[in-house]
């Protein structure tokens, strides 16, 4: 039985593992070109932001030194539990990437305004302020339900962390720049669940 509980782990890692190596390589292809930047966060501010996300990476796809895999599972979830957690990481990857293409050449890894920047409202934008990282977080609590480890939980905590202080600071940057544009949004639509602020 263990060793058909390890085939079905081994699986369900390589699926959202090819699911992620795909949705990066579509950012990597579409950040290509793109407008010219005006304002961008400070290196030190991106730096801290990559740090997070890989060590919650780090806690959610590999185990822990010194331990077997499977050593802090937290209950036995099954085949139910991987195949929600795989539908959940294509579901989030896949909204995450609808988001980044309606965001077109306005889209950038770090907190940037782009020459002419506009803020979008089309899209999965009518639904939250910030899809992309709806997307992601949605991706990575799939995993972390696939995994069911502590250190999986973990990982999605720091990830949750990661972009929520991302958020804060990118909120800021855009009610300098849209002003009353921005408070219109905000009032209108929620930040990263609909209908919850």
Same mark, same amino acid.
């Given at each position: 039985?263990?060793?058909?509980?390890?085939?079905?782990?081994?699986?369900?890692?390589?699926?959202?593992?090819?699911?992620?190596?795909?949705?990066?390589?579509?950012?990597?292809?579409?950040?290509?070109?793109?407008?010219?930047?005006?304002?961008?966060?400070?290196?030190?501010?991106?730096?801290?932001?990559?740090?997070?996300?890989?060590?919650?990476?780090?806690?959610?796809?590999?185990?822990?030194?010194?331990?077997?895999?499977?050593?802090?599972?937290?209950?036995?979830?099954? +085949?139910? @539990? &991987?195949?929600? %957690?795989? /539908?959940?990481? !294509?579901?989030?990857?896949?909204?995450? #990437?609808?988001?980044?293409?309606?965001?077109?050449?306005?889209?950038?890894?770090?907190?940037?305004?782009?020459?002419?920047?506009?803020?979008?409202?089309?899209?999965?934008?009518?639904?939250?302020?910030?899809?992309?990282?709806?997307?992601?977080?949605?991706?990575?609590?799939?995993?972390?339900?696939?995994?069911? +480890?502590? @250190? &999986?939980?973990? %990982?999605? /905590?720091?990830? !949750?962390?990661?972009?929520?202080?991302? #958020?804060?600071?990118?909120?800021?940057?855009?009610?300098?720049?849209?002003?009353?544009?921005?408070?219109?949004?905000?009032?209108?639509?929620?930040?990263?669940?609909?209908?919850?602020?």
């Amino acid at each position: 039985m263990q060793g058909l509980d390890a085939l079905r782990d081994g699986h369900v890692s390589l699926a959202e593992g090819v699911l992620w190596v795909v949705c990066i390589n579509y950012w990597w292809y579409a950040a290509r070109g793109g407008s010219g930047d005006v304002q961008v966060e400070p290196a030190r501010e991106r730096a801290i932001h990559l740090g997070l996300l890989v060590a919650a990476f780090m806690l959610l796809f590999a185990p822990l030194p010194g331990s077997a895999p499977n050593d802090q599972v937290l209950s036995p979830g099954g +085949t139910a @539990a &991987g195949l929600a %957690g795989i /539908v959940l990481t !294509a579901l989030g990857l896949g909204f995450s #990437i609808w988001a980044r293409r309606h965001l077109a050449d306005y889209w950038s890894g770090r907190i940037t305004l782009k020459a002419g920047h506009r803020l979008v409202r089309s899209g999965p934008y009518a639904w939250v302020r910030h899809p992309i990282y709806t997307g992601f977080l949605l991706a990575i609590v799939g995993r972390a339900i696939s995994v069911n +480890t502590v @250190a &999986g939980w973990l %990982g999605a /905590v720091i990830a !949750a962390g990661a972009y929520l202080r991302k #958020i804060r600071r990118e909120e800021r940057v855009l009610m300098a720049h849209f002003g009353d544009e921005y408070t219109q949004y905000r009032a209108e639509v929620k930040a990263l669940v609909p209908g919850i602020r």
